[in-house]
């Protein structure tokens, strides 16, 4: 319901009917929609010194005066978080405040963005390899120790080393360190 604008629908507990003559049961769902909610503002509070928020607003996919989807805002969510990741805060946190206006049934949509420290990476590991070479892993990994973190190369890397198809199974994972370091760890 979320999905397709109704914020303040309702889902009451399901009333199951067995009959246990015939083997048959019945499952109601109670439902109370309520209205349609579009969407008629979206705000972004960020740092213009990071990422200046106007070059975000064309990529978003939540539109002004259009209906509210809780999909597209959790990929706006993660668009921007990614956005600020690569510019080497990787433990950005983007929130999100929902401003309903019952009356009209409209809502505004507020972004606020805490972007931490930049992290840098301290070491690149890799693990469980025993035949590939470790340079011939490491140049599939955009990451090398010193480098600013960035979002797009850690998924990147994760993509390039899957695709080579030298191993059955690729992970890999940030490992923090301290508030401004990581490791990344190729297992």
């Known amino acids: 319901y979320f999905e397709k604008g109704y ?3 309702d889902v009451k507990e399901p009333f199951l009917d067995v009959d246990f003559a015939s083997n048959q049961a019945k499952l109601d769902f109670f439902v ?3 209205e349609k909610y579009t969407t008629t ?3 972004i509070f960020l740092d213009p010194s990071i ?3 106007a070059t975000i607003y064309p990529e978003l996919k939540l539109k002004v005066n259009k ?3 809780i999909k597209k ?3 706006d969510q993660e668009y921007i978080k990614t956005q600020v ?3 080497g805060y990787a433990f950005a946190d983007v929130k999100f405040d929902l401003k309903k206006n019952e009356a009209e049934h409209k809502v505004d949509v507020v972004f606020s963005v805490v972007p931490g420290k930049k992290v840098y990476i301290n070491d690149v590991k890799i693990s469980g390899n025993t035949r590939t070479l470790d340079r011939v892993i490491r140049r599939d990994v955009y990451l090398a120790p010193g480098d600013l973190y960035n979002m797009s190369d850690f998924k990147d890397s994760t993509n390039k080393l899957k ?3 030298f191993f059955e199974d690729v992970q890999i994972e940030e490992k923090r360190i301290s508030d401004d370091k990581m490791d990344i760890v190729v297992k």
Do not use: W
Request: net charge positive; charged share 40%; proline share 4%.
């Open 73 to 75: 805002l959790r990929q």
């Open 7 to 9: 914020l303040d629908a």
């Open 67 to 69: 209906t509210f989807n």
């Open 51 to 53: 990422v200046e928020p």
């Open 163 to 165: 695709r080579s198809r």
């Open 32 to 34: 109370k929609e309520g």
């Open 85 to 87: 990741a690569n510019q």
């Open 41 to 43: 503002d979206i705000k």
